[in-house]
């Protein structure tokens, strides 16, 4: 009789311990489990609370020094500072189990968890095995994720930091600023006073002087790169005007004829600043940080000398015999040693049947071993393997694409015309009138900012960014929002995008198993590794008391066992299309596997019928053409049998004429994501993967395809109507500045007063176009 | 009205100096997490009980 651990799932063969009627196979399982069971927040006697507890991993890759030090951020002669990164925290309840892990664990002197990106940084012994600790964190269901490549963005944090004292000090100045200018504005008998005049107006030009010195450096720098680069800035002509109105309001205080704009100056550079700093609160960009290295093991077994050592894959060169081990993926080219081996290529080529080669045949990087373990001997490291060079050709140059956006163009015809017509009245009013003419130029160049052009684009996209990511739709930047709405044709992948990989749809033809057969079944099943039995294994349940015995498997042919006195064989069909059951030696049946397509998915491609070309571009062969055909409307494109190159060059082809939109898994379909105006890729499980593509999208939501560019086009709409505000606002202020007649007060008032009607128009008009387009009745929830 | 000179010259480097501290603080890291402290506070600490925990060798 052997009972089933409640905390991971295993037999507990070798002891077994009862704590409140439960059992658990060993000491780790029980307190994990305590642990678990003290943190209330999470109902850990729900059914669906199952933390893929993986008690069977070593992690000892991890006690490898150059390994290690990946994780290890400090250390001295007493302890040592690690930080993971835990894709599996997603509520309070980790974090406490994560924070007291040092109630059950000794060595683990201190825990502390950055929710917003998912890792925790550990003070530890420094005597235990990273190993250890690892396992300590898979056992309470955190498996720490090794195998991403971090991404060392040092210098967007250090850009992103300094905005930030920028902003807070251009904030404090301009507050300060606004306060002291009070006597100006209103009459008060202080006016009279000379020396409280002067004195506001020291402390005004003072205050002024980190905005003018510190807070505004970014927007110099941006001209002076596009000085410097022979381009139109669009920091040029904001710098332009930030510069006259300070030396304006310098001059105006030194020649006492007047107090300045020191307010509005620095309102400018904060709301600006504000601007700014809201793009840069992207949510969530790890999923756009993990490089296809990720997918690897980070240790392979090589030979040196007379043994197989476990080497970090970095290290594993030309000539170097390797052996590869169940379901692990190649991780070079090479050719095969071992007799023979049964591949999976899906990675490579999105073909789902799997390939049986023999010794001396020539293997590639990506494929994924589904015999025992093989030995292969490296023709070729990963960066330059096949699939190696395929991936690096991502090098796409983006601040290109910036810098043709509409509303570059828009703002930088605008400047000009402003340039033109300020300047022009200044010259037309100097000879009569020197005073008003300066009023003319100053206050034209206040009232009339460029800014809020920009700032119509930004907060409209920034706010419409959040919220999808919110929704977890992960956008690479905003000009892809733009893009998304002036699409014309879309184009899918087959495996892993219309039909989804995680479903298998197991169909069985021939003789009907009897009750006990099906219960003795599965145990089989769970004894082997093949990914066939595991997804058979769904349709049968396992019944506690089965006993398996005289277990067999032989990777790429099949298993067998004896389970309470029945013999069950499971062995691959002479046609290779199915699996066949043998109950003691007789055969009784074949299964089927076919992957489910995505539910609501025929109704979103009737949906883009009519207003996009629609195709299907797949590496599997055509044998399921005839659901494809039931599936996409009569006029779609259907191909099959295309290798990636061939995907990728299909779509550079269609985007001389429209522009195209792909969606793939992003496995094997690099570069036709790439190629595409709008890569989309498609992922069920956390694992995020993302080298080229524009936009993340969950599987179960590729159904809202529809939906979202529904409302990638009204926030274009709604970019365009700020837009109109926002010029309405620039041609009656201008027109009415250019006579000399605007009193720079007004002007300055005005300068605020239309930022922030802006950005109260496009942070509302877009939020409430998101939840009539994407959050009605029975789409998603927030 | 004289007053105002002081009353200035007291609360403007009063609020000079809440600016450091802010700066300060946000280069050592304070605001770095702004999340997790708040879930840390609906933690409670239960006695975890030890009753009824037996252990048994299984048979190979």
Redesign the interface.
Known sequence: MAALCFHCGEA?????????EKNYCCNGC?QAR??ID????CAPDDENFAPQINNKRNWEELNIPSIANRFIIYEDAEVKHVRFTLSNIHC?SC??VL?HLHKIEPAILKT??????KSIRMVLRKDIPLSKVAKQLALVGYAPDIETVESTSNETEKIR?FR??AL??AG?CFA?IML?SIPEYMDL??KN?PS?VY?FRT?NVLLSLPVFLYSSLEFYRGALSGIRNKFMHIDFPLVISLIMAYSRSIYEVLSKTGSGYFDSYSGIVFFMLIGRHFQDLRTDELGFAKSFKSYFPIVISTKKGNQFQNIPLAEVQENDEIEIHNLEVIPADGTLLSAEAELDYAFVTGESDHKDVLAGTRVYAGARNCSGSIRIRVEKVMEDSHLGLLWNKEARKEENTERQSFTHVVAKWFTLFLMLMSFGAFFILYPTNADKAFRALTTALIVACPCALLLSHTFTTGTALRLLAQGKLLFKNSFVLDKLATLQAFYFDKTGTVTNTHEVRVSYTGEALQPEEKNAFGELLAASLHPISQSILASFPRQEGSILTEFTETPGMGASGKVNGIFFELKKSTDAHGTDIWINGKWRGVFNLEFEIREGLKEMLKQLKSNYKLGLLSGDTNADDLRMRKLFPFGSELVYKLSPIEKANGISKMEESVRCAYIGDGLNDTGALQEASVGISVSDAHQRFTPAADILIPGEQLKYLPAIVAYAKACRRIVFMSFGLSLLYNVIGLSYALTGNLSPLVAAVLMPVSTFTIILFTSTATRNAYSRILLDKNHKRV | ?SV??LL?GIS?PL?MVF?IV??RN??RGQF?????PA??I?????P?TQT???????P?
Do not use: G, P, W
């Open positions: 507990c063969d070798k002891e077994r311990i009862v704590h409140l029980l305590l642990l003290n943190s209330i927040l309070a974090v406490f924070e502390e968890v950055f929710f917003a990106e930091k930030l004292r807070v000090i404090f300060n002291f008998e202080m006073d409280f004195f402390i | 009205m105002i000179y200035i403007l609020a600016l802010f700066l946000a280069k770095d997490d702004l999340d997790t879930m840390r609906l933690f409670e600490e239960k975890i009824e925990i037996k252990t048994e060798e299984q190979k």
